[in-house]
């Protein structure tokens, strides 16, 4: 038989090897329905996740369901291309199985164990799920030519992407550190290939998002992160949209939010760095 002081003595132990911490953007503790209760009261909130690591999928999800206990829901995520979006309608409208889905859109090497939940979540509710991201193959076209080269496509490829001429400010903080971080290794274009991204995600949650609803939107954290990417092309768009972000950083000791991760979203999910990843 267990012991009450069996089970005490595993609480206590949990407690004090913590998966994740969950702070707010000054770096102070707060609770997982605290949280909750600050999304709900906006329009949008950014997921940024790491794409690789399972509290951020989890969270995501966990985010999502108590979310639709308290509102209604619009879905999207980055890991969907726009032109795909014919075959995700088909899958949560059931006219087209999991294994069809997967030969029809160009689905995550992940998709199975971390975005599927999502999606599956998305068709037993009835909820709507917006494919937001462009085409990979035109955000390399920008990568090597600029915006200029999207100018040769057909009237049918620019319904996929946000429409042109396409906003971008070169001081963006994140497009900045893009080209510090590349240090010479990278065209001028990388980061214009990053905002083509932003731009046409922003486009699409805007045309799918529902006045009354919160959309959630899942994406990598750099989109999102320091109210940067997405949320600058939704705030120029709709300056009145109420937009709330959430964010995953890792560190080798979670017990405090490091300088560095502070101001990086208003929710931030710290994670203890040596979290096994998805892949």
Partial sequence: MITMSFLLLVCVTAQDKPA?????????????????????????????????????????????????????????????????????????????????????????????????????????????????????RYAALVSKGGFAALDTLSAKEKAWIAPLPIAYDPELPGYKNMMTMMAGHGSVNMPKAQAIKDATMAYFILKYYTPGSLFIHYNGSYHSQNHDGIVWHLKRSKPDLKIITVTTVSQKEIKHLLAENKNTADFIICVDEDMTSTY
């Fill in 20 to 136: 994740y911490i969950l702070y707010n953007a000054k770096g102070k503790k707060v609770s997982y329905t605290k949280m909750i209760k600050a999304i709900v009261q906006n329009d949008i909130v950014m997921i940024g996740e790491s794409h690789n690591n399972p509290i951020s999928h989890w969270m995501e999800l966990e985010i999502t369901k108590d979310c639709k206990e308290q509102k209604s829901l619009v879905m999207g995520a980055e890991m969907f291309e726009q032109d795909n979006q014919p075959a995700l309608d088909l899958y949560l409208q059931g006219k087209l199985t999991a294994k069809g889905l997967d030969s029809a859109a160009r689905l995550w090497k992940n998709y199975t164990t971390d975005y599927a939940p999502l999606v599956n979540f998305a068709k037993e509710n009835n909820i709507v799920f917006a494919a937001s991201n462009v085409p990979r």
